[in-house]
């Protein structure tokens, strides 16, 4: 008779084998008496929406009070870390005889990156009050920058308490939040079987419909509002920046398809973006179709389609595409993919609203028609979402239609409205055009863009410039941000006071940029105004970046992130991994020196010998050297000599092999299943730059 | 093999994650994950820790001929199973029941061997092959391992044979963890407080507690199971233990009362009467003078000192990094002589700056980015080393960052707070600027090797502040004193550490005082400082007057910290307030 420890012993020896004996671990399992957990109490809470502020009686961060006897609310003093998150009101007074509005919704109906100087709530007042229809209305304003759809739902709950005269809903960027939460073990295995069958649109269909059911479920509170309070609500329904705000390098990155080679779209990718270059737009559009039919899921394909769309004029077609390209992000590969109203979320919002009988303000179509022979972008949008003033400023007409419509049942054309006399300071507009090019360059924008919204700030208000100074200062320090003297000014100016108070521009620990292409578009345009800071800079970047005989790490985060997006996957490796064909890295040379790199590399899923990894020196006219692909570890050193180094920032740019062994078959959860839908083509464990000394 | 192997050390995924790297039999270097990722206790898997091993060795993941880990997980999965604290469904999902090899091979991108030891012969072979001794005998207590609480051996060249264990739930560490938690520390973490409040107890509850514990025949000994709880994983003790100590356990952060402190010298006295026992029969088995000690238990200094006095044992070698954190070492060592054939380390330990160490230069980059006034001595180390003594006898409280940083939980003047012991009020002035403890714990001195007898009862080096001794100075010294006339001694020697030996020289030559008190340098809750920036950021949110780093000194009195402050406190709470990065379905 075998004691329980032996037994113990005997299972954990059955549970390491492989392959597992099951028929002798249940025997064992009973054995133990290890039984299934006690099976978990139905909690309601879990489907029900969750409480960040769980009491009944707030509304948001206020709570009530009475005074003379009269219900106000007061900003709750237990909340206080949330305050920024909201208008900086610290009352809500009782209502007057003016009429009252309710603004709900999320960082978009904040007015992010005029917010506190300038607000959505206080344009829409403004709208109103000029409109002539109303003897006195007031705007209270009850949108928060992240709100998710639990949030709002337990808002649309309690904000009758308000005594509005109608409510405005502006959000639906940040609920696919609630899609991940929602998720169980038994949807990962639909995904994965319907991936199998009907690969990526089977995917998109089946989380598109259980997005659906969220949104449908948030949406009931709405309508309960509405039929039990009799109050009016108008939806706002938000836009996207489709012209401007395009897929970042992860979420462009290739995914398996099953029986098609990668290096098709590979291939594919390169001659269409080479297409682009000659603008010659007839290949291009036929090769994205080929891109788009090898991989639905990448949102580059329809990007380039859509740009071949637009130069043939076909608008709609090109909105469609990029439309689509926005929605791929619903199996996304970035954990950092910015928020957007997913055409799902518009439709059903569209639907119910309608069937309510709420006015609607849709901002995708009223966008689009207002750039007949264009799509809306950088005009209208200062990122993914978020609004420019003159985006703020049209949305709010709108909404002033709908609430006259609403409230007076009136009709009106939306020329028959004034414009509102909210002005803003040139400094406040230039503000946000630069914290919109520093937003837009930590997630994964292009120059082109951050020039423009640098150049847009200087433009408005060269006093600008002195910030932008310190921010390529202290951005081009190796020391963490928040301990450069420069940030410190910033933040005692209050001058960023747009940008979250400044703290936005605080980076994770371990995880600071070099914000190379952003420093470049505000060295152009500051030179665009006389003040030339490029010298200072690259001197700044040596002394602080320079390759030197210590060795530089180029994993580090300056050397080779140039976003805060990052793989989807929960686990952090310690070691590079490579999803893409090219992974680029920068360095800081002086250009006198000879440099030498140790790489420590492997390709885990390269196919066959005589394979080989590329390394290319500032751009790929330049090869350097090439290496043999390995699946193990392999030390390789090589050198650079300076004569072909520039002062400054340099360019390594390794090219992988992209012929890879695939597994189909995956038999793990989340994080294996995304491990096998986008393969990885090369790591890198370390990648270290020396200078070699003088005569070695 | 040909050449002698690379070898990397892991102890992780409990806690105190670590990584030793011992390059062709050398220890190169060794650093708790912790120190990294600023997680207190972090037992992750040791990815950071790892990458500076490499870095400081000069080696690649490539250059890697092993990867040792600290325990057995297939004897520890089978004690899991045996407590119950997996269940059915949990076995159902798992694939690979080998975390230890799942996250080496994920997370570290290892592909060669792994191989696995025992947790109790990891702490074994990290005490035995650094002390120096042809031969000893090994005694290893802690809290658990896979089935081993305790383990009895002899090591004798390159072997070690541990010829007696006793096993889980019978240990010594969850005994004296069970009475930290019963009297409202937490466990793994409180027990250096309990061992501090004893001295301020008389042993009242010495019989309570004697019943919680039977010593057995040759060095077995169980615990009196229905007074404990912990097999199941979810509390330490079981109802019937307050009952027996006639209160209610002690709420965290409540008060504490006389009987929590008799409660806690009871303890020390029965865990001592044991551990003396035990040792006498170790001794009677191997016969050895040597004794090596090693795991969590060998941390309680006040024990150990008691064993060398009250067993025929002549000299005493304890693992400065007896936590888990040292079973790393351990391993790595045990891989070598299994990979080679020899011992790795002939002589013993001499110092544990073993982590990563920065030039001035470094300092002098990260200043210049701030506006933060300092003095730069890194020319002249005469004058560094004069101005901060001046400051330290003036009654200042200095943070000292100098060379490498130490492996194991001592800061023993790598990464210290330190100033003038003979201040009475320098404990509470500690306390209350940066260290926020209880006041009952006492704060430890170091002191020249070459004075330490006139100061302490001591007639060997204690160059690892494990050993407790009386204070018999001519000097006051109130603050590294404890209420018995007691001090946890550290002895420094230039060859030890030179920067730091001068510096108290320095002291001397000011004061004729050859001690200081030296305490880590953290903030409550907070792994001891690694970097520069790590350092600043501590120096600025607490009051420490000075920082003296790598010929730098900065003074609180020449700066206003007021807005860096405010930042660095709102930098913990909040980064960003855009959130809702969009989550697909993962």
């Known amino acids: 008779m075998k004691t329980r420890k032996e037994k113990a012993n005997a299972l954990a020896e059955l549970l390491m084998a492989h392959p597992k004996e099951d028929k002798a671990i249940d025997h064992l399992l009973a054995d133990l008496q290890i039984n299934d957990p006690i099976s978990k109490q139905n909690d309601s809470s879990s489907k029900s929406f969750n409480k960040p502020f769980n009491d009944s009686k707030m509304i948001g961060i206020w709570e009530p009070k009475f005074r003379n006897g009269q219900k106000l609310y007061q900003r709750k003093r237990e909340m206080q870390p949330s305050w920024s998150f909201w208008a900086s009101i610290h009352e809500i007074p009782p209502k007057s005889i003016k009429k009252r509005v309710l603004l709900l919704g999320e960082s978009v109906a904040r007015g992010y990156f005029y917010d506190p100087l300038y607000s959505v709530a206080q344009e829409l007042e403004s709208v109103l009050n000029s409109s002539g229809e109303f003897n006195g209305i007031e705007v209270i304003d009850l949108a928060k920058t992240s709100m998710g759809i639990d949030e709002l739902g337990l808002l649309v709950d309690a904000c009758a308490d308000l005594n509005p005269d109608a409510v405005v809903l502006f959000a639906g960027n940040n609920w696919i939040a609630k899609l991940a939460e929602e998720l169980n073990e038994e949807d990962i295995l639909k995904i994965k079987k319907v991936y199998s069958e009907d690969n990526f649109t089977g995917v998109k269909e089946f989380l598109e419909n259980k997005f659906a059911e969220i949104i449908e479920e948030f949406f009931d509170k709405v309508k309960q509002l509405s039929r039990n309070e009799r109050i009016p609500i108008t939806v706002v329904i938000p836009g996207f920046n489709l012209l401007d705000w395009k897929s970042n390098e992860i979420e462009r990155i290739f995914s398996q398809q099953s029986g098609r080679s990668l290096q098709d779209w590979v291939h594919l990718r390169s001659q269409a973006e080479q297409a682009l270059l000659d603008k010659d737009y007839q290949t291009l559009g036929t090769t994205a179709e080929q891109m788009i039919a090898l991989d639905a899921s990448n949102p580059r394909g329809y990007e380039l389609l859509a740009t071949s769309f637009l130069e043939k004029g076909q608008i709609q077609q090109a909105i469609d595409c990029l439309d689509f390209s926005k929605d791929t992000t619903i199996l996304s590969r970035s954990r950092k993919t910015k928020p957007r109203c997913f055409k799902v979320v518009r439709e059903i919002l569209e639907k119910e609203a309608r069937e309510a009988g709420m006015e609607i303000v849709d901002l995708f179509s009223i966008f689009n028609n207002a750039f007949p022979k264009s799509i809306s972008g950088k005009e209208l949008y200062l990122d993914y979402c978020h609004l420019s003033v003159k985006g703020i400023k049209m949305a709010m007409r709108y909404t002033a239609l709908a609430l006259i419509k609403g409230l007076k049942q009136k009709t009106l054309d939306i020329d028959e409205l004034v414009d509102s006399p909210e002005r803003l300071s040139p400094s406040t507009e230039a503000m946000a055009h630069f914290c919109a090019a520093i937003h837009n360059a930590h997630y994964g924008q292009e120059e082109e863009i951050l020039f423009y919204h640098c150049q847009r700030a200087v433009n408005l208000d060269p006093g600008i410039a002195e910030v932008i100074k310190q921010y390529i200062d202290f951005s081009t320090r190796k020391t963490s941000t928040i301990l450069c003297n420069s940030f410190g000014e910033i933040i005692m100016d209050g001058a960023i006071r747009q940008y979250e108070g400044g703290f936005a521009l605080l980076h994770p620990r371990g995880e600071k940029l070099m914000d190379i292409e952003l420093i470049n578009a505000s060295i152009r345009a500051l030179q665009s105004i006389g003040e030339d800071c490029e010298d200072i800079v690259r001197q700044l970047r040596i002394q602080e970046h320079g390759v030197n005989q210590q060795g530089v790490e ?38 006198k020196e000879d440099l030498s790199f140790q790489l420590v590399y492997r390709n885990p899923n390269f196919k066959k010998e005589d394979q080989w990894i590329k390394i290319f020196v500032e751009d790929k006219s330049k090869l350097l050297t090439q290496i043999k692909a390995c699946k193990d570890w392999t030390n390789h050193n090589f050198d650079l000599p300076a004569s072909q180094l520039k002062k400054g920032v340099n360019q390594l740019i390794i090219e992988w092999p992209c012929d890879l062994v695939l597994n189909t078959n995956s038999q793990g959860m989340v994080d294996e299943f995304l491990e096998n839908l986008f393969p990885v083509v090369g790591e890198i464990y370390s990648l270290v730059a020396k200078t070699k000394p003088i005569g070695y | 093999m040909t050449t ?17 790297i011992l390059k062709e039999g050398q220890l190169v270097a060794a650093a708790e994950e912790e120190r990294f990722t600023r997680i207190k206790f972090d037992p992750s898997i040791p990815q950071h820790a790892l990458r500076y091993c490499l870095r400081e060795a000069g080696l690649s993941i490539a250059d890697i001929d092993c990867i040792a ?42 592909e060669g061997p792994i191989r696995y030891y025992d947790h109790h012969l990891s702490h074994a072979a990290s005490t035995f092959y650094f002390s120096g001794f042809e031969d000893a005998a090994i005694f290893t207590v802690d809290g658990v391992g896979e089935w081993a609480t305790t383990t009895y051996g002899t090591g004798e060249g390159k072997d070690i044979n541990l010829f007696e264990e006793v096993h889980f739930p019978h240990s010594l560490g969850l005994l004296y963890s069970t009475i930290t938690s019963y009297l409202g520390f937490r466990v793994n973490n409180g027990e250096y407080k309990v061992m501090g409040l004893a001295p301020y107890g008389v042993p009242k509850y010495e019989q309570e507690i004697s019943q919680l514990i039977t010593s057995l025949q040759d060095g077995q000994y169980e615990l009196n ?154 020319e002249d180390n005469a004058a560094f080393l004069g101005e901060t003594a001046k400051r330290l006898a003036e009654g200042k409280v200095i943070g000292w960052f100098s060379g490498r940083m130490e492996f194991g939980p001592r800061a023993l003047g790598g990464r210290s707070i330190l100033a003038d012991p003979r201040n009475p009020r320098m404990k509470d002035r500690i306390n209350a600027m940066v260290k926020k403890r209880e006041g009952f714990r006492p704060f430890a001195p170091s002191a020249i090797l070459e004075k330490v007898s006139e100061h302490f009862e001591i007639d060997h080096p204690s160059p690892f502040m494990l050993e407790t001794c009386q204070v018999i100075s001519k000097l006051e010294l109130p603050a590294i004193t404890h209420v018995d006339g007691s001090a946890r001694l550290q002895t420094v020697s230039e060859a030890d550490n030179r920067p730091y030996y001068l510096l108290l020289k320095a002291f001397d030559a000011l004061t004729n005082c050859p001690i200081l008190l030296n305490t880590s340098f953290n903030i409550r809750g907070e792994p001891i400082v690694c970097t520069p920036e790590d350092a600043l950021k501590c120096f600025i949110t607490t009051d420490i007057d000075c920082l003296s780093i790598e010929g730098i000194i900065i003074d609180r009195n020449q700066n206003n910290f007021d807005l860096l402050r405010i930042m660095l406190l709102n930098d913990q709470v909040k980064n960003s307030g855009i959130q809702h990065d969009v989550y697909t379905f993962v």
């Not at chain 2, 690379?6 to 030793?20: K, M, R, T, V």
């Not at chain 2, 003396?276 to 040597?290: D, F, G, V």
């Open chain 1, 554 to 591: 180029l994993l580090e985060s300056p050397y080779q992130m140039t976003s805060y997006n990052t793989f989807s996957l929960g686990k952090e490796n310690g070691f590079l991994q490579v999803r893409s064909p090219e992974k680029t890295f920068y360095f800081v040379s002086n250009a």
């Open chain 2, 4 to 20: 002698k192997p690379n070898i990397i050390g892991i102890s992780a995924l409990y806690h105190d994650a670590a990584c030793c």
């Open chain 2, 69 to 110: 880990f600290y325990e057995d997980p297939q004897k520890k999965l089978a004690r899991q199973l045996w407590s119950g604290v997996v269940n059915k469904e949990q076995i159902k999902q798992e694939q690979n029941f080998n975390k230890a090899e799942k996250e080496i091979r994920q997370i570290l991108g290892f």
């Open chain 2, 225 to 378: 199971l229905p007074f404990f709880d912990f097999i199941k994983g979810k509390r330490m003790y079981s109802d019937l233990l307050p009952e027996l100590m006639g209160r209610p356990a002690r709420k965290r952060e409540s008060a504490i009362e006389q009987f929590h402190i008799d409660v806690a010298k009871s303890l020390q006295v029965v865990l001592e009467s044991i551990l003396i026992e035990k040792a006498n029969y170790l001794y009677e088995k191997t016969q050895s003078p040597n004794l090596c000690m090693a795991g969590g238990v060998a941390l309680n200094c006040v024990a150990n000192g008691k064993i060398l006095k009250n067993s025929k044992f002549e000299k005493l070698f304890v693992q400065p990094a007896s936590n888990d954190a040292g079973g790393a070492l351990g391993v790595a060592t045990l891989a070598h002589v299994d990979l080679s054939g020899e011992t790795p380390q002939k002589k013993a330990m001499k110092n544990v700056y073993l982590g990563p160490g920065y030039h001035s230069n470094d300092v002098i980059k990260l200043l210049k980015a701030t506006n933060i006034n300092f003095e730069n001595y890194s």
